[in-house]
């Protein structure tokens, strides 16, 4: 578990260069420091009350109590001063490790939405309420046994009854596919829309600077997923094997795919098109990872690829400028793995002859993950945005972001237009 | 015939371009450029040191015209790149004895 969580925790500066490369030249510092702030203040929020809120005693089924076990207190040793084992024989205080670096990763994602023009502070405090309001009730109600969970409280329980005090068709979420993915990506399309697009979106070349700096960030992700998806079965047994091949299989199904889909409509099979699907992949996977077989993992990466690579076009259509593709890959391939569990599971999905009880409750999890997360997204990007303010100036998005805001350029050599002349220390 | 050359804040490139082809210009040179001018530089500190930052970005624009289209486009230039500031730069005309056009050979006004 200590290996899994040290993967996933990789998996955010993996981020970081994966969206650095994606920007331009003169924005690819700020880009990284959006990761990089998003570690530093999503860890500090996670001691004090992110645990407590998504592991503590239930509220309503919606959210853990966050004084509870604030500052983690209770939550690491018993009464008589041993560690605590979770239920899968696990000391707790691994287990908090682990799931810390969930809620990094996820917060991390949406800056992809927001590239190239926000206030750096107003990025860290956003990441400080959003995953206080959205990510850890999310993680509440989907792994904390309330109402997106299969518990006899839950909204599956409510729709096809209860077994033994359990939903009869519990929903299945392995690892995250609501919880990081759906959330991640609806909150880069609610943020994309209030922040408004970049100067020159749609008009001038907004290519990605540095394409092996994406396709070294797709590989730090993919081998850190591991730890994500296969972590998840809690234990290093088959279950955790199966989630580890699913993974590489669905991720190599999406890696063609995008690339196929991407030579019919454009002519050109990209890196960029490859180190995307590589994501999309692992995206769809995600929540599907220790349900379904290596076969059914094949087709749910294949569809997750072909979908993505079409649905990243349609911000052009649209007029969004969800920069880096949040939406695109994290939400539609969300959306995919958690809907597609319901054809896919070798037990209770739809091709499976198992009826479509499952995949009512796929649906039903993955639409209310969405519309809790939109809402609670808006509510906070709306205050930011009225008290902070988003962008920066005008001046500063031209010049370039990094020298504006973080007084550096990723390419010193370059400087930028600057020349200095006389160092006083 | 006359060449107007513009020293403008880069983040106002987009609109002197627009303005200028709103204006007829047909074509024009744009080169990055770095300088100071009245005001100086100015300096910052990194990591404990001070830095005197005295060469600052800059684009620069430029456009062949017609003697008497000389002053509408530096017009054109100051409105749309004016915002009032330090650091809004300058533009300047100088006569021009002859221009040619590569492709055809042609001379003078014609190659405008």
Redesign the interface.
Known sequence: MLMSASLVLLMTPGLAFFYGGMVRSKSVLNMMMMSFGAIAVVVVVYVLWGWSMSYGSDIAGIVGNPVDQFGLQGAIYDDAGEFLIDDYGVPAVVGIGFQVTFAIITTALISGAIADRVKYGSWLVFTGIWVTLSYFPIAHMVWGGGLLSGSEDGLAAMIFGTTDGAATVAPIDFAGGTVVHINAGVAGLVLALLVGAR??FGKEPMRPHNLPFVMLGAALLWFGWFGFNAGSAFTADGAAGLAWLNTTVATAAAILAWLVTEKIRDGHATSLGAASGVVAGLVAITPAAGSVSPIGSLALGAVAGALCALAVGLKYRLGFDDSLDVVGVHLVGGLVGTILIGFLATDGGLLYGDGARLLVVQIVIALVAVLFSGVVTLVVGLIIKSTLGWRVT??A???GIDLAVH??SGYETLG?????????? | MKLVTGIIQPHRLDDVKSALEAAGVRGMTVSEASGYGRQKGHTEVYRGAEYTVDLVPKVRIEVLVEDDDASVVTGVIVQAAQTGKIGDGKVWTVAVDDVARVRTGEHGAQAL
Request: hydrophobic residues 20%; without cysteine.
């Open positions: 100067k020159g005008e001046e998005e031209v010049g007084g550096e930028g237009g600057r020349v200095i002349t006389e160092v006083r220390s």
